[in-house]
């Protein structure tokens, strides 16, 4: 009987999933765009995959770089932006090149920078 009790709680456990509030709208902006600051943090830490987010007191950036990749032809989609009573949940994905694209053999560092509105929650990587 301890056994059943102890499975159905740990399926009520696993089965909880961040209740979705609203999509967030958001802007993917280009290097031009990007506050200096910003900048400067992003090019530090370029090399190695990271995930970080700045604010600027209206405008919250969410920033997610892939690391050193081997050639260019490298893209990042966003999957889902989007707000929970807690938090500010975010999911991307590094898209390869295309087979038949020519790639420059230098490697390249795949850095989104997703701008959106300042909200108080805690960002959750996805």
């Known amino acids: 009987m ?3 009790v102890l499975l159905f709680t740990g399926c009520a456990l696993l089965s909880e999933e961040k209740i979705k509030l609203r999509d967030l709208d958001f802007t993917v902006i280009s290097e031009e765009k990007i506050p200096e600051q910003l900048k400067t943090i992003i090019e530090e830490k370029k090399s190695q995959p990271f ?3 700045y604010t600027d007191n209206k405008n919250l950036y969410i920033c997610i ?6 050639t260019g032809g490298y893209s990042i989609a966003v999957n889902e932006l ?3 009573d807690t938090n500010i949940c975010v999911s ?11 790639n420059t053999p230098a490697p390249s560092y795949p850095v989104i920078v997703i701008k959106t ?3 108080e929650q805690t960002v959750m990587f996805e």
């Open 82 to 84: 989007y707000l929970t």
């Open 65 to 70: 770089g892939y690391g050193e990749q081997e």
């Open 117 to 119: 509105e300042f909200l």
């Open 2 to 4: 301890t056994a059943c």
């Open 51 to 53: 995930q970080i987010t």
């Open 92 to 102: 991307t994905v590094l898209l390869g090149p295309e087979p038949d694209e020519k």
